[in-house]
């Protein structure tokens, strides 16, 4: 036998050999598996924890707007994997970031005005206005203090003095800070959705299968209910807060409210929260009422409560609990809830629980 063929038989021998003995038996080995990927999953999940809300983010906007970006790519099927999905993105991104970008310019221009006013104010003193004494319960004590800490001329200057170089230095660096990590996890969130929307189907299906695996069929059922409630919830919450938004910003700017639009917005945003836009057209009307408009004020707040009874007891209950059959009990239920443990997310991650318990005990009781 030659070196060569000496050499080589530990390898043959090597190849046939048996695989060692398990030390566990069978159902035992299994579990221990289970236990290692699930001991990994938790530590994977555990590092990525401050980007797992951006994750969320993403997943939810692919869920809600993936109809359109089907739509647009069966109406551009020669666009690569590539294009269409940063296409999608980009615009997405502009979605948040225009009117961002319009609120941002309007808080800089009143920031200025609010420091130009605090210059006068420093070196001629500021009069009591007179919607200060209009104030329901508050006016006399509110104008007494005004009068004493900034109606004559550097009367207010260690008032303004603390407020212009201490808090406000100390409330621009957390400002800033805070603008600074929403920017980050808003670039994350862009990332990620780029490829939920290239490879979305792909993840979807082993989403499934590996769900279909641990916890056997009918699986689909339920991701189809988790799906539909995030989507009636875009729908309920977001639209309907729009809309609540563009029509008491029309009753604002009606009525003359000091800068509608940015009442408007901010109605926008609070009306997506349940019981949250009264706050903003109740201030309104308060500011209407200091102003001298009292009638305005009844009007306004008249309207508004019209409204948020019409799109919380009609509109919403139909667009989110129709798409589930949920009772709009379960869908007020997992909003506030969701709000309580998640934040925002929680508005689109409560409804979407709640669908999937339902749908579970109705499976339960059999029907």
Known sequence: ?????VLAEPARHRGRMDPPDPLLPGRAQRLAGLFAGLLLFVLGAWMIRGFLPALG??????????????????????????????????????????????AALELGEEARQALHW????HLQGAPVPGWVAGLPLLGPQASAWWA????????????????????????????????????????FTLLALFFLFRDGEALAAQVLRVAERLFGPGMERVGRQAIASV????????????GEGVLLG???????VPHPLM?????AVAAM????????FGAAALLLVAEGSPGAAVGVLAFGTVVLFVADHAVRPALIGGATRLPFLWVLLGILGGVEAFGLLGLFVGPAVMAVLVLLWRDAAGG
């Open 1 to 5: 036998m030659t070196i060569p063929m």
């Open 263 to 267: 009442f408007g917005a901010l109605t």
């Open 118 to 121: 605090a210059q006068e104010a």
């Open 57 to 102: 983010w993403a997943v939810i906007l692919a869920v809600a707007t993936w109809p359109l970006y089907c739509r647009a790519r069966a109406a551009r099927p020669a666009a690569s994997r590539l294009v269409l999905p940063l296409l999608a993105t980009v615009g997405m991104a502009l979605v948040f970031l225009l009117p961002l970008g319009a």
């Open 148 to 187: 004493q800490t900034l109606a004559a001329p550097q009367l207010g200057a260690g008032f303004l003095h603390r407020l212009s170089e201490g808090e406000l230095i100390g409330l621009g660096r957390s400002f800033g800070g805070a603008v600074a990590h929403r920017a980050v996890l808003f670039g």
């Open 231 to 242: 989507r009636g919830t875009v729908s309920g919450l977001v639209l309907v807060g729009l």
């Open 250 to 256: 029309i009753a604002y700017a009606v009525a003359r």
């Open 273 to 280: 929260v349940p019981f949250a836009a009264p706050l903003v």
